[in-house]
Nanobody
Framework: QVPLVESGGGLVQAGGSLRLSCAAS????????MGWYRQAPGKQRELVAT???????NYADSVKGRFTISNDNTKNTLYLQMNSLKPEDTAVYYC?????????????WGQGTLVTVSE
């Protein structure tokens, strides 16, 4: 088991900022990739941003220039700094990780944290 625990969601006005965190724990040998996904009401889950073990990042076009993904490898923690938030950013944000446990890779998800951006 590799629990992913997210925090940092909440209610913010348009133009504001939030910082999400995701802490991975358990018997992790290494983390290949971590990322943030989001799911708005009535919509499919979509990629927000990912970061690999060599710090290569990838962003959805809709968040480029506003969101920044980063990690602290010493703490197995992932962050998402969200600036200039828009109402359309309202969604449940999920942390995802591809981790090496013993001798196999696992794809794991957090429970999600709600971000609500008001007009």
């Amino acid at each position: 088991q590799v629990p992913l625990v997210e925090s940092g969601g909440g209610l913010v006005q348009a133009g504001g900022s939030l910082r999400l965190s995701c802490a991975a724990s358990g018997s992790i040998r290494s983390i290949e990739r971590m990322g943030w996904y989001r799911q708005a009401p009535g919509k499919q889950r979509e990629l927000v941003a990912t970061i690999t073990s060599d710090d290569s990042t990838n962003y959805a076009d809709s968040v480029k220039g506003r969101f920044t993904i980063s990690n602290d490898n010493t703490k197995n923690t992932l962050y998402l700094q969200m600036n200039s938030l828009k109402p359309e950013d309202t969604a449940v944000y999920y942390c995802n990780a591809r981790v090496l446990v013993l001798f196999r890779y696992l794809e794991v998800w957090g429970q999600g944290t709600l971000v609500t951006v008001s007009e």
